[in-house]
């Protein structure tokens, strides 16, 4: 059961927290998220994590439901399944790819995603689900660029693999076992 949403700038698109609390599908005060800050790994990314934060406590996510991941340690698929949601904020994709694969948790995260761990991706936590990065997640078969301006890829379908998806900060890719589209 597949939830995945990339995203540029989390749930500034009120549109994207309700779409995660309808599909999480549980009381919000019982939601638990891994929260990886990995990406943020210089001063203006950092300035950022506090943004991400909100968004999950602006939604009714418990403070003390969110339990900080820096990726450094490995963490078993038991452990991992014991939470709804990962949610990655941005900063370098490349650096939060290497992070990922130095301990080896890509193939525990993708097992837990395939489960049902909703998946968040916050501009480089999106892009690592896509082939924007060496040794990716391989969630699509796109590369995708964050915060466009122009060149927009239109709401609906994702285009055919290989092909850019470039998102506004007001749009997400979403997929699912059943759907891979761009939504507001």
């Known amino acids: 059961m597949k939830r995945i949403l990339l995203t540029s700038t989390g749930f500034d698109n009120k549109n994207f927290e309700k779409k995660f609390l309808e599909t999480i599908d549980k009381p919000v005060e019982t939601i638990k998220v891994v929260f990886v800050p990995t990406a943020a790994n210089d001063d203006e990314s950092k300035e950022v994590i506090p943004f991400c934060r909100l968004d999950l406590t602006n939604a009714g996510i418990l403070a003390e439901n969110i339990m900080d991941y820096n990726l ?43 489960k049902g761990l909703f998946y968040i991706g916050v501009s480089a936590g999106s892009m690592i689900a896509t082939t924007s990065v060496p040794n990716n997640l391989g969630i699509i078969g796109n590369p995708l660029e964050p915060h466009c301006e122009s060149n927009i890829t239109p709401c609906g379908e994702l285009p055919a693999e290989g092909e850019p998806i470039n998102i506004s900060d007001n749009q997400a890719v979403w997929i699912t076992d059943e759907t891979a589209v761009i939504i507001e």
């Open 72 to 114: 450094d340690r490995p963490m078993s698929i038991d452990e991992l399944m014991q939470y709804d949601a990962i949610y990655f904020c941005g900063g370098s994709e490349t650096y939060l790819m290497e992070a990922i694969n130095k301990i080896g948790f890509a193939p525990v995260l993708l097992q837990a995603v395939e």
